[in-house]
């Protein structure tokens, strides 16, 4: 039987029919000729971005040798948010999919990208936040993609969304070359919530976890502010410096 494609899925087909048309294009990993679906990847390419099925650190989702339950990382300083769900390793075509929505603007990945994050064993939840962007770089860049992904999957979930309950407030140095450390001590007060969540089960939503701390600084401030729970869950996870099997 037919069934009326929604709107929103329309919207981001459309807009990569478009895309294709007026920017014919390659896939950048093979290629071969873009699919409008997974614009710019093609969809051979795409299909083949699979989950991490190893073992995982149980609260931060890092890579694991089999014996272990939970990094030490987090036994030393247990992250505020509760769990962490990830789909895969930051690593090849799910890191340049990641790249080509947050730095080169194409924002119909946000759709396909989420649609990774509904095979995830995700928790129940009352609302779904993103990780609230540094405003100097939402002005450089024009849009917060991990918004685009938080408003997807809020849709598809039918849970609420909230994008200004939390706000940062402090504008922090580029974290990435940093060890986790220093970017507890640089994220520190950072953010900050502006009114309750009593009660509230939130789902935290980022593109990459790298050690953690940023989403733990926003968890701490959402349960200061009523939140019963905080999980997060990313498109990927940075393996980090642990060897695992």
Not at 68 to 80: A, L, M, N, V
Not at 179 to 189: A, D, G, S, V
Request: hydrophobic share 40%.
């Amino acid at each position: 039987m037919w069934q009326m494609q929604d709107p929103a899925s329309y919207k981001l087909n459309l807009l990569g029919k478009i895309l294709k048309f007026l920017y014919p294009s390659r896939c950048p990993v093979c290629h071969n000729d873009s699919s409008y679906q997974f614009y710019p990847f093609c969809i051979a390419c795409w299909g083949k971005i699979t989950p991490f099925d190893g073992h995982r650190c149980s609260v931060c989702s890092i890579p694991l040798p089999s014996h272990s339950t939970i990094c030490g990382d987090c036994i030393q300083d247990r992250p505020f948010f509760k769990s962490s769900f990830t789909y895969g390793l930051y690593d090849g075509i799910l890191k340049e999919a990641i790249y080509q929505l947050k730095y080169s603007g194409l924002r119909n990945l946000a759709r396909p990208l989420s649609g990774l994050l509904l095979k995830l064993p995700l928790p129940d939840a009352d609302l779904i936040m993103p990780v609230p962007p540094d405003r100097y770089r939402l002005k450089n860049r024009g849009f917060n993609h991990t918004s685009l992904i938080a408003r997807d999957l809020s849709k598809r979930l039918n849970v609420p969304l909230d994008l200004h309950g939390l706000i940062k407030i402090r504008a922090t140095p580029q974290q990435i070359n940093l060890k986790r450390e220093e970017r507890l001590k640089n994220l520190r007060r950072a953010f900050r919530a502006i009114k309750s969540f009593s009660g509230k089960r939130i789902l935290l939503v980022d593109d990459v976890i790298t050690t953690g701390a940023t989403a733990s600084e926003c968890a701490r401030e959402l349960l200061k502010a009523g939140a019963s729970e905080v999980y997060l869950v990313a498109i990927a996870r940075s393996a980090g410096e642990i060897i695992y099997t």
